[in-house]
């Protein structure tokens, strides 16, 4: 089966699939990605919060959003793909599938697979999911998503998706365009965030093994110098949307030289001790939170290949 069959969009179209609505062919639209869907890497990911760890991670190149800071920027467009490991191994949806099925067949594997950032590959997560199932392999399906979703993407995955992920980034239109270049990010991802509650509740739910099998959990990173955008986010997921399931991450760092100030430094321990207030506050059911620790210890490296969090 090829990857042919993965095409977003027929390749003399034009993109539709995410909120920035391009309009464009496939490979000039603001992601630079073109139809057939680039995997950056398929690895076991032990990563931030108990209930998704361990978790086996389709990483996809590309992103609709392209924030400034992206942590995963040698995969999102701005790194240069040709010095990833696993560059043309993940090129057809058998090889795809291969891979997943190596991760989780073994005994004792991870039975979590996780979809990162696909918003600009709608029909990529349904495809590889059959050919998936078609191997006999019916692992928990957790989309990992910046927010910046389309309603008609997210009622496409209704009933395959057992958990969403999903960052609340910005309620400030203005740090949103200054950041992420998409001033209408709290519209988008509060509406997304809506239509995921909808579907899979507004907690999670964790088994007796202490891993999640169904539900919500959204994650908002603190950002230096936005403890006022951290606190306006987490109210609207407590109050309005009412969602009980927080991960309060506290990892950002630069990852590259050059950025403005103040994203040219780590948080410091004031602005995540008034985050956490924050959170006590909007009284969540569930919350995640980091040590400070946390901004050395999630730092991928994708020039690794199917290790990218190893050090």
Request: a neutral charge; aromatic letters at 8%; glycine letters at 8%.
């Amino acid at each position: 089966m090829g990857m042919t069959e993965l095409h977003t969009t027929p390749s003399a179209g034009v993109c539709l699939a995410c909120p920035r609505r391009c309009g464009v062919p496939r490979g000039k639209g603001f992601c630079g990605m073109p139809s057939m869907p680039q995997v950056a890497t398929v690895c076991i990911h032990r990563g931030e919060e108990p209930p998704l760890n361990p978790i086996v991670n389709i990483f996809f190149r590309g992103c609709n959003l392209q924030c400034i800071y992206c942590q995963n920027w040698q995969i999102s467009g701005n790194g240069d793909s040709g010095k990833l490991a696993d560059a043309g191994k993940n090129t057809t949806l058998s090889a795809i599938a291969d891979r997943i099925e190596q991760a989780l067949s073994p005994a004792g594997a991870p039975q979590m697979l996780g979809f990162v950032t696909a918003a600009h590959y709608p029909d990529a997560v349904p495809l590889i999911m059959a050919e998936v199932h078609r191997r006999g392999l019916y692992p928990v399906v957790v989309y990992n998503s910046s927010g910046y979703e389309s309603l008609d993407t997210l009622r496409r995955l209704e009933g395959l998706v057992d958990i969403y992920l999903p960052d609340l980034k910005y309620l400030d239109p203005a740090l949103a365009a200054a950041y992420s270049h998409a001033p209408d990010y709290p519209a988008v991802a509060t509406a997304a965030i809506t239509e995921m509650v909808r579907q899979v509740g507004r907690g999670l739910k964790i088994g007796d093994d202490g891993l999640a099998y169904r539900g919500i959990l959204v994650r908002h990173l603190v950002l230096p110098g936005a403890v006022d955008n951290t606190r306006r986010c987490l109210r609207w997921l407590a109050d309005e949307c009412g969602v009980h399931s927080l991960s309060l991450m506290a990892q950002y760092y630069p990852p590259r030289p050059g950025l403005p100030a103040p994203l040219d430094r780590t948080i410091t321990a004031s602005e995540y001790s008034q985050a956490l207030q924050c959170a006590s506050e909007a009284a969540f059911s569930d919350i995640f939170t980091q040590q400070l620790t946390a901004q050395d210890n999630y730092r991928p490296d994708f020039s690794r290949g199917s290790n990218p969090f190893e050090k």
